[in-house]
């Protein structure tokens, strides 16, 4: 038997679309993987389709992160954080309750962080002691998020710096049926760094993650590449937004992210019917 795997992309508010995904699946009890992977705003709505919680995800986008607790540049201007993920990740646990008990009966569950000494990226399995700190970690915004979250003896920031797609991970542990959820359509392609100078300057301290932000793009168009035109021995089966999918990174218009969430269903609904288990 291929092993299969299932990789959600991150991308702040754009997560909106994995999330509409995911609650298709739920609705079906469509979840015919043996692992999965996330990376940032991915990280989280997995945590929701793995605890078999639907609207979790949907809930906290639109009801918690619209909040200015959570996205605030005044306060970021005053030195404080732009994007507050630790408090979201507090505030969603406190109004929507998860089913730890479901989430950790689950296939195995991996976020992607980025280790701020070699600018690399790891892949923690999340555990019952250690989730809050990998979400926070995987999520953490380098600037925008002022904490660096430390776990396992290393330090760490936002998955996506070092690797926003994992596809390439997922075929190195033996998956061969892979799907992703990307949060761009497919079109997408990441623009390189006009002024690496100034990230180099920026992050004088962490030159590797310096480093990683400068060839992220490079790095991610790979991962694109691999995705669509992947090893002969591999299956990559893709979700992707529509060409008209308007929500962004900071995206707060409440309109927008409903059609983005619809969208997010239909697109699960299409994958499934296209897909036999």
């Known amino acids: 038997m291929k092993k299969r795997a299932l990789i959600v992309e991150g991308g702040a508010m754009r997560g909106i679309f994995a999330s509409g995904v995911l609650d298709a699946f739920m609705d079906k009890a469509f979840l015919p993987y043996d692992f999965a992977i996330g990376v940032s705003a991915g990280a989280s709505n997995l ?9 979790r995800s949907f809930s906290i986008i639109t009801m918690i992160a619209t909040d200015k607790a959570f996205f605030n540049p005044m306060r970021f201007a005053k030195g404080g954080h732009l994007v507050d993920v630790k ?16 989430l950790f009966a689950n296939i195995p569950m991996y976020a992607a962080v980025t280790n701020i000494d070699t600018g690399h990226a790891d892949y923690y399995r999340v555990k019952p002691k250690s989730l809050a700190n990998i979400i926070e970690a995987t999520t953490a915004l380098p600037i925008a998020y002022r904490d660096t979250p430390c776990l396992a003896g290393g330090c760490y920031t936002d998955g996506g710096i070092a690797d926003s797609i994992p596809v390439r991970e997922a075929y190195r542990r033996g998956a061969r049926d892979i799907t992703v959820i990307l949060s761009h359509p497919l079109s997408y392609e990441k623009k390189a760094i006009t002024m690496p100078w100034l990230i180099k300057k920026l992050f004088s301290q962490h030159p590797n ?14 991962s694109l590449e691999f995705i669509k035109h992947p090893p002969k021995d591999a299956i990559i089966r893709v979700i992707a ?17 409903n059609d983005g ?14 897909t036999h288990q």
């Open 47 to 55: 945590v929701g389709y793995l605890a078999n919680t639907p609207r």
């Open 241 to 257: 937004p529509p060409e008209n999918f308007a929500v962004k990174r900071l995206t707060m218009n409440k309109v927008t992210l």
């Open 87 to 102: 408090w979201l990740w507090d505030e969603s646990n406190r109004h929507f309750p998860l089913n730890c008990e479901a």
């Open 261 to 274: 969430y619809q969208m997010g269903k239909q697109a699960g609904q299409g994958h499934m019917n296209n």
């Open 209 to 222: 993650i310096a480093e990683s932000l400068i060839v992220r793009a490079s790095n991610y168009n790979q």
